[in-house]
């Protein structure tokens, strides 16, 4: 069964500093993996996706995340946070049966401090 | 913007009365899905169509049903609605981004059960 672990439920770091999200994998294939992000009383908007084409990931607004398979990871980085930054972030594994199902991390709380 | 509209936005509903929720899309996707999103839970999937007249359930079916009657709506019908119903209800569907499938999400629709 596929299943993400979202290893902190909330983050506070400095305007300007860098942001580090992190997520654990377990997935019997090889998983495509997502990054989600939601401001406050939005939907969700697609940060960026690893289909297993480069292992370094670029995504919007000057995030990445890297897939590590030796540590069934994909944590979200980004070199200097911004206020806008602040939302809740989901990392996401989708179901390889077929039917395009996301499995949805519990979610990490940014909080930008200026 | 993927064409994803839910409606109604925000509800309050007694307990013990029947709810439908309305997903509708002008993207012609196969695939539907409904989420429900509370706090310490990420999304979890109730229930998803991957066509006309086709549905299946999620992890969290209970006191849910749904149907598809054309390719663009995707109805949830919460039977007899409680209190733990109460929650945040995102429709997504499932289409091609560049050679990847990735979700859309609707921007939700806030239901209180009182």
């Known amino acids: 069964a596929q299943s993400v672990t979202q290893l902190d439920s909330h983050v506070s770091v400095s305007e300007g500093t860098p942001v580090l999200l992190r997520c654990n994998y377990s997935?019997?294939?090889?998983?495509?993996l997502f990054w989600y992000v939601q401001h406050p009383n939005k939907g969700l908007q697609l940060l960026l996706k690893?289909?297993?084409?480069?292992?370094l990931v670029k995504g919007i607004n000057g995030f990445e995340a890297e897939f590590k398979k030796s540590e069934t990871s994909f944590h979200l980085t980004k070199p200097s946070a911004h206020m806008s930054d602040a939302a809740e972030y989901f990392c996401?594994?989708?179901?390889?049966?077929?039917?395009?199902?996301?499995?949805f991390g519990t979610g990490t709380r940014l909080k930008v401090l200026a | 913007d993927a064409g994803i509209t839910q409606s109604p936005r925000h509800k309050v509903t007694e307990t013990g009365t029947p709810v439908t929720l309305r997903c509708h899309q002008t993207?012609?996707?196969?695939?539907m899905y409904w989420y429900r999103q509370d706090p310490g839970h990420g999304l979890r999937l109730i229930h998803y169509s991957y066509g006309v007249k086709d549905t299946d359930k999620g992890e969290v079916s209970d006191g849910y049903s749904v149907s598809r009657s054309k390719t663009e709506d995707f109805l949830l019908t919460l039977e007899s609605a409680t209190s733990s119903q109460t929650s945040v209800y995102f429709c997504a569907i499932s289409g091609l981004s560049g050679t990847t499938t990735i979700a859309f999400f609707g921007q939700g629709t806030r239901l209180t059960v009182v």
């Open positions: 997935s019997s294939y090889s998983p495509s």
């Open positions: 993207e012609n996707h196969r695939y």
């Open positions: 996401v594994v989708s179901d390889p049966s077929g039917t395009y199902k996301y499995i």
């Open positions: 690893y289909t297993s084409a480069a292992t």
